[in-house]
T-cell receptor
């Protein structure tokens, strides 16, 4: 079975500060991992995707995530937060054993203070 | 830009009424997912289609929900009869060749059952 845990339902940072959103997964086989962002009243949009080509994955809007197999983690970071980064962020995992059906975490709301 | 189109955007109905939600996947995409989003449960998978064939609907209450793809340009999700606990945002997402690829989400249908 596959699952994703996002630590912290809310993360609050100041504009210009480091953003760190945590995601841990459980999987017995190599996973596909994703981060999606959801702005108010919109659907989810892909930020980045891990496919085993490289452990450090760069995405859109300056975000990146590092795959750490030993820690079963795929944390999302951005060096400097913008006000426009305020949104809901979802980590997702997809496995061959799960018919490649993405399972999403509960989401982390990023709040950016001026 | 190609996008997934969902209609209606908002739906308010009374308990017991039939609700039909529609989704137009991106042209050429052969994978369609239906997810339901609530504060309590997060994103829950309802149905998964590949090449218009239903591959997984284990998350869908079978007694009242049904999902179909009458053709490659239309996916429908029906609830009959609707109940207040069905109030949620329903998302359709499409992609190429399964859930290990990038998914494109529609803007969702916000359903309120009174």
């Amino acid at each position: 079975a596959q699952s994703v845990t996002q630590l912290g339902s809310h993360v609050s940072v100041s504009e210009g500060a480091l953003v760190l959103l945590r995601c841990n997964y459980s999987s017995s086989v190599p996973p596909y991992l994703f981060w999606y962002v959801q702005y108010p009243n919109q659907g989810l949009q892909l930020l980045l995707k891990y496919t085993s080509a490289a452990t450090l994955v760069k995405g859109i809007n300056g975000f990146e995530a590092e795959f750490k197999k030993s820690e079963t983690s795929f944390h999302l970071t951005k060096p400097s937060a913008h006000m426009s980064d305020a949104a809901e962020y979802f980590c997702a995992v997809s496995l061959s054993g799960g018919s490649y059906i993405p399972t999403f975490g509960r989401g982390t709301s990023l709040i950016v203070h001026p | 830009d190609a996008r997934v189109t969902q209609t209606p955007r908002h739906k308010v109905t009374e308990m017991g009424q039939e609700v039909t939600m529609r989704c137009q996947p991106i042209l050429g995409h052969n994978t369609v997912f239906w997810y339901r989003q609530t504060m309590m449960q997060g994103l829950e998978l309802l149905a998964y289609f590949r090449n218009r064939a239903p591959l997984d609907d284990s998350g869908m209450p079978k007694d009242r929900f049904s999902a179909e793809m009458p053709d490659a340009t239309l996916a429908t999700l029906k609830i009959q009869p609707s109940e207040p606990r069905d109030s949620a945002v329903y998302f359709c997402a499409s992609g190429l060749n399964g859930g290990h690829e990038k998914l494109f989400f529609g803007s969702g249908t916000q359903l309120s059952v009174l």
